[in-house]
């Protein structure tokens, strides 16, 4: 009864699998806190997006389908920025522009195209937070290992004591594309040594 | 910082769009793996983005700002982004058929490419005047071009060494790229 669900955090993770929403994947995860803010957000815009669209996709024409899924998009953004900005102004100010840029994150234009208008408000509810969880999985994981290796801490309680050294690149930029590129070729490894197990 | 050579030299190598700010990495990864596409990418890239910050600086300065709707800007720069880039290609296709045909595959990528956006929204959020938004837009699509040239060569060298099958592809792409930043991080705090 929750296949949709499942299927978003581990077979089907935007993130690892489908190599999507790559940007906000390395811009966002310097800390563990802003990578759950992200993740928050996006799950948000995406059960609504999804939710919206599997409701009026029998009055969408098919040919401005993609700019009507825009517009829809862009409104829950914009919703959701201003409501982060009244409630948690600190993550707000340290995401900046990438709360706007989910507009154009593709994982949810994907999600409408290739899932909402095809099923009903149940399946899609499940499978935006099915989604939704996944790639924020996916975040958490790329920010623990930055933020605990870079700075000694997480979610800003020193974790390692006084002594430890904190390896400074791995919060820059530099270290967001390193540690991603790890991250991808421990998922590469696990998925090579399932595929000849299993086949 | 606010001349139009800091600016210009800012956008290439302090911030660059890539590497420092992560924005248009889709088209970073994905349209790298030869040179030919990727300076069809980067010319895509530039002529949407300084026609869309254009656009958009008109938009903002004339229709949003006076009647106090701002917090619209989103909504209104993808529209008239993706808009812009449909008119573009429709022109391009009737009157430029060989330069359609350099970069044609490559400009409805671009509505989705959170680059243009970012600076669209970058520049206002700067307060940068109509010049100095231009220059913004001049000096970051150098700057992408710069990064996803520079990239695509040392990725057609990937393609021969040994190395274990997970680093393949992405893996040992985001590692390289992890190097070209490190290389620019030297150029931080200068302004």
């Known amino acids: 009864m929750l296949k949709e669900l499942t299927k978003g955090i581990i077979k089907e993770n935007p993130l690892f699998v489908q190599l999507l929403g790559v940007c906000p994947s390395l811009a966002t995860t310097g800390s563990l806190t802003n990578a759950l803010g992200m993740g928050a957000a996006f799950t948000m815009v995406l059960i609504g997006s999804n939710l919206i669209i599997s409701a009026i996709k029998s009055f969408i024409p098919e040919q401005v389908r993609i700019p009507s899924y825009i517009v829809v998009i862009a409104s829950l953004v914009t919703v959701i920025e201003m409501l982060m900005e009244a409630f948690v102004p600190d993550i707000y100010a340290s995401l900046g522009i990438f709360i706007p840029l989910i507009v154009v994150n ?84 696990l998925r090579q040594r399932s595929e000849v197990r299993h086949g | 910082m606010d001349s139009t050579f800091g600016i210009i030299f800012g956008a ?22 030869n040179l030919k596409n990727a300076l069809g990418m980067s010319a895509a890239v530039a002529f949407v983005m300084i026609l869309a910050t254009i656009l958009s600086w008109v938009i903002y300065y004339l229709f949003l700002a006076p009647y ?11 529209l008239s982004i993706a808009t812009l880039v449909q008119l573009v290609e429709m022109f391009m296709k009737k009157n430029m058929p060989t330069l359609h045909k350099a970069m044609g595959v490559f400009l409805p990528l671009i509505t989705t490419n959170c680059a243009i956006l970012g600076i669209a929204l970058i520049n206002v959020q700067r307060d940068y005047t109509f010049i100095q938004s ?48 490190i290389a620019l991080m030297g150029m931080s705090g200068i302004h």
């Open chain 2, 134 to 181: 231009i220059t913004n837009a001049i000096g970051t699509a150098a700057g992408y071009t710069m990064a996803i040239v520079l990239f695509s060569c040392l990725r057609e060298r990937l393609e021969c060494p040994e190395m274990p099958m997970c680093m393949r592809n992405l893996p040992i792409a985001l590692i390289t790229a992890s190097c070209m930043s």
């Open chain 1, 106 to 189: 593709c994982i949810i234009l994907g999600r409408a195209e290739a899932f909402a208008n095809k099923h009903g408000l149940w399946d899609s509810l499940q499978d935006a937070l099915g989604m939704g969880i996944g790639f924020s999985l996916a975040l958490a994981i790329i920010a623990t290992f930055r933020e605990l290796l870079g700075t000694g801490k997480l979610l800003g309680i020193p974790v390692f004591g006084p002594d430890y050294q904190p390896i400074l690149i791995l919060i820059l930029p530099a270290g967001a594309f390193i540690t991603m590129g790890f991250v991808f070729a421990a998922v590469n490894y």
């Open chain 2, 68 to 78: 106090d709707l701002v917090y619209l800007k989103t909504l209104v720069f993808i």
């Open chain 2, 12 to 33: 290439i190598f302090v911030t660059n769009i890539i590497l420092s700010q992560f924005l248009g990495l889709c088209s970073f990864l994905g349209v790298s793996k």
